[in-house]
């Protein structure tokens, strides 16, 4: 079969999932597979994951860590009673309804033939890419550790685009050979599985023509691949980004003192960091007081939503440290303001059911009465206040909060795009200052995620 009949095959294919039975298949397929990690995943959902912020809170939860990983065995159990599924409906066009019990019986009768071969698919695969990130690795420290005085010349940037891009289109090309080997072998254990035993393809004549397509292809990559490292010395910048990245704490403190309190502020400040993220909330007779979630059970036991108190009554309250027991009071936004006036940035999120127009208007008068226009970012998860916010008022710098979103989100109407770590790209953030806006990532605190965040050319950092 030829390439492109093989692939009107497979498009026409996807119309046998477009019933009642076939829409669970597909759901999981989109969803569940980022998440559990077993069955057949497309590109477009592969990304797909729940935010570090939300994943924060569930582990921090024993009943919601328990509920998430029962949840989590569960997709894992339907993908291994499901894994030939795909292959009924593409190899033997069952109806996606049949093939759940034709996959559930063949794996019931044969998992044991099916362990030796994926067991050693998954070591063979472990190992080639355990070696290959080794030596990229190598390869970027033996660059990194060379004089500094040859980071300017030509061959140096060259070797480094070499390294780069190399390393790029390689690790590209064995993520498709690792997943191509995965989906072969199980395509091999199916047919085997239901017809017994067979030759699946016979040998290919490697035809004189053959041959010559296979090494234009292969001239072609390695000059293009020269050429790019080339321009690649010329074009690219040796200098990054001006000023470094700003750190900001998050919370007002991060896990320096209790979250959202003035003493965390303080630590900041004195730490040298570039701002505090914080969190504010209207009572009921109209005062902005500092408190992340809807209630203040979790940090002072009380049962209660800020916008059904007085503020007399949130000053009763104390908040408590979980990590250490350290106890402090609840600030105000004014007293917020007083600490950061002229020595650091204050990214105040309106937070909460009281994050309307109405606490916009008031912010904005509170702040510019505490001559502290400068030192604050309004920033928030509800873009419609936003946009109201910027367009009202466009002395004010202001941030818009995203942890998902598919589209172009460099036209939002903002001086600042704060991105969900695991959604920023490389991509994203170019858009983002094309528009001559900055991004920020939030909330960073993973090792992982901190390389990642400051090797990129991403603005600022809301961190722990």
């Given at each position: 079969?030829?390439?492109f009949?093989s692939?009107?095959?497979?498009?026409?294919?996807?119309?046998?999932f477009?019933c009642p039975?076939?829409?669970?298949?597909?759901?999981?397929?989109f969803?569940a597979?980022?998440?559990?990690?077993?069955?057949?995943?497309?590109?477009?959902?592969?990304?797909?994951?729940?935010?570090?912020?939300?994943?924060?809170?569930?582990?921090?939860?024993?009943?919601?860590?328990?509920?998430?990983?029962?949840?989590?065995?569960?997709?894992?159990?339907?993908?291994?009673?499901?894994?030939?599924?795909?292959?009924?409906v593409?190899?033997?066009g069952?109806t996606?309804?049949?093939?759940?019990?034709?996959?559930?019986?063949?794996?019931?009768?044969?998992?044991?033939?099916?362990?030796?071969?994926?067991?050693?698919?998954?070591?063979?695969?472990?190992?080639?890419?355990?070696?290959?990130k080794?030596?990229?690795t190598?390869?970027?420290?033996?660059?990194?550790?060379?004089n500094?005085?040859?980071?300017?010349?030509?061959c140096?940037?060259?070797l480094c685009g070499?390294?780069?891009?190399g390393?790029?289109?390689l690790?590209?090309?064995?993520?498709?050979?690792?997943?191509?080997?995965?989906?072969?072998?199980?395509?091999r254990?199916?047919?085997?599985?239901t017809r017994?035993?067979?030759?699946?393809?016979?040998?290919?004549?490697?035809?004189?023509?053959?041959?010559?397509?296979?090494a234009?292809l292969?001239?072609?990559?390695?000059?293009?691949?020269?050429?790019?490292a080339?321009?690649?010395?010329?074009?690219?910048?040796?200098?990054?980004?001006?000023?470094?990245?700003k750190?900001?704490?998050?919370?007002a403190?991060?896990v320096?003192?209790?979250?959202?309190?003035?003493?965390?502020?303080?630590?900041?400040?004195e730490?040298?960091?570039?701002?505090s993220?914080?969190?504010?909330?209207r009572?009921?007779d109209?005062?902005?007081?500092?408190?992340h979630?809807?209630?203040?059970?979790?940090?002072?036991?009380v049962?209660?939503?800020?916008?059904?108190?007085?503020l007399?009554?949130?000053?009763?309250?104390?908040?408590?440290?979980?990590?250490?027991?350290q106890?402090?009071?609840?600030?105000?936004?004014e007293?917020?303001?007083?600490?950061?006036?002229?020595?650091?940035k204050l990214?105040?999120?309106?937070?909460?059911?009281?994050?309307?127009?109405?606490?916009?208007?008031?912010?904005?008068?509170?702040?510019?009465?505490?001559?502290?226009v400068?030192?604050?970012?309004?920033?928030?998860?509800k873009?419609?206040?936003?946009?109201?916010l910027?367009t009202?008022?466009?002395?004010?710098?202001?941030?818009?909060?995203?942890?998902g979103?598919i589209?172009?989100v460099?036209?939002?109407?903002?001086?600042?795009?704060?991105?969900?770590?695991?959604?920023t790209?490389?991509?994203?953030?170019?858009?983002?200052?094309?528009n001559?806006?900055r991004?920020?990532?939030?909330?960073?605190?993973?090792?992982?995620?901190?390389?990642?965040?400051?090797?990129?050319d991403?603005d600022?950092?809301?961190?722990?």
């Amino acid at each position: 079969m030829r390439i492109f009949a093989s692939v009107r095959r497979g498009l026409r294919s996807m119309l046998r999932f477009l019933c009642p039975g076939g829409l669970p298949v597909l759901a999981y397929i989109f969803l569940a597979v980022p998440l559990c990690g077993i069955g057949f995943s497309v590109s477009l959902s592969r990304d797909f994951y729940i935010p570090h912020f939300i994943m924060s809170v569930i582990e921090a939860t024993p009943l919601y860590s328990l509920a998430y990983s029962l949840l989590m065995l569960a997709l894992f159990a339907c993908g291994v009673r499901g894994l030939f599924s795909v292959h009924a409906v593409l190899v033997d066009g069952m109806t996606p309804s049949q093939t759940r019990k034709a996959s559930a019986r063949i794996m019931r009768l044969h998992w044991k033939s099916l362990l030796r071969p994926i067991l050693l698919a998954a070591l063979f695969l472990l190992a080639l890419n355990t070696g290959f990130k080794s030596a990229l690795t190598f390869l970027y420290t033996w660059l990194e550790g060379r004089n500094p005085a040859e980071s300017g010349t030509v061959c140096y940037r060259m070797l480094c685009g070499l390294v780069v891009i190399g390393g790029s289109f390689l690790g590209s090309m064995l993520a498709v050979f690792s997943g191509c080997c995965v989906k072969l072998l199980l395509t091999r254990c199916y047919i085997d599985f239901t017809r017994g035993t067979r030759t699946l393809w016979p040998p290919r004549p490697k035809t004189k023509r053959y041959r010559l397509k296979l090494a234009f292809l292969v001239l072609t990559f390695a000059v293009s691949f020269i050429l790019s490292a080339a321009a690649g010395a010329w074009l690219v910048p040796s200098s990054g980004r001006e000023g470094g990245v700003k750190i900001v704490a998050h919370r007002a403190g991060g896990v320096m003192a209790p979250e959202n309190s003035l003493e965390g502020l303080v630590q900041a400040i004195e730490r040298g960091c570039y701002g505090s993220e914080t969190d504010t909330q209207r009572t009921a007779d109209g005062a902005y007081i500092i408190n992340h979630d809807d209630s203040f059970k979790r940090l002072a036991g009380v049962d209660r939503k800020p916008a059904d108190m007085t503020l007399n009554e949130v000053r009763r309250l104390r908040i408590t440290d979980p990590r250490t027991g350290q106890q402090a009071n609840i600030p105000t936004v004014e007293e917020m303001l007083d600490v950061v006036r002229g020595r650091e940035k204050l990214f105040l999120e309106l937070k909460g059911e009281t994050a309307d127009r109405r606490m916009a208007d008031d912010l904005v008068r509170i702040i510019r009465e505490k001559d502290c226009v400068n030192d604050v970012v309004l920033i928030s998860l509800k873009y419609g206040v936003m946009d109201y916010l910027k367009t009202r008022y466009p002395e004010s710098e202001t941030g818009i909060l995203i942890f998902g979103g598919i589209g172009d989100v460099s036209h939002l109407n903002c001086d600042i795009i704060i991105m969900e770590e695991e959604m920023t790209s490389d991509t994203r953030i170019a858009r983002i200052h094309a528009n001559g806006k900055r991004a920020f990532v939030w909330t960073v605190n993973t090792e992982a995620g901190l390389y990642r965040a400051l090797r990129s050319d991403c603005d600022g950092i809301i961190t722990d």
